[in-house]
């Protein structure tokens, strides 16, 4: 494993596994509300935006970011609270839009792209932390 600088301190990257394994239950929690969507009446975006276990990985993301910054880690922890913060925008924009008869049609749209979208970042991400890559995020 590589090691990385944090504050001028040479970090081992082995001791990095226990943020790594926080990392793939916070990608866990994101999958399990994104599958409730898919398999209950709820969308994918509504049940990853709304639904408890995503909703307590964001929780888990917000209270450990800061024993990952300036790792590789940092890029995964940035990933998932992007992907749940543009999620809940596009769903305010599906909301927006559905308010007028003529928006549902595109808000249907916007709810199933997006959902979509969820899916494939969760994957994407956790696959990449299974291979230990980081994401390409912009810098924080």
Do not use: K
Request: glycine residues 10%; hydrophobic residues 55%; aromatic residues 12%.
């Amino acid at each position: 494993m590589a090691d990385y600088e944090q504050n001028g301190e040479i970090i081992r990257g082995d001791n990095l596994e226990g943020q790594r394994a926080w990392c793939h239950i916070m990608y866990g929690l994101h999958a399990l509300s994104a599958l409730s969507g898919i398999m209950t009446s709820a969308s994918i975006i509504g049940a990853f935006v709304f639904g408890w276990p995503s909703i307590i990985a964001v929780i888990i993301n917000y209270v450990t970011r800061s024993n990952v910054r300036g790792s590789w880690l940092d890029t995964h922890w940035r990933w998932q609270l992007r992907s749940f913060w543009f999620a809940a925008l596009w769903l305010l924009v599906a909301g927006l839009l559905a308010v007028t008869l003529i928006g549902i049609p595109a808000a249907i749209v916007v709810i199933v792209v997006t959902g979509l979208w969820v899916l494939y970042r969760v994957i994407r991400g956790w696959t990449a932390l299974l291979n230990r890559n980081p994401m390409p995020v912009p810098a924080g």
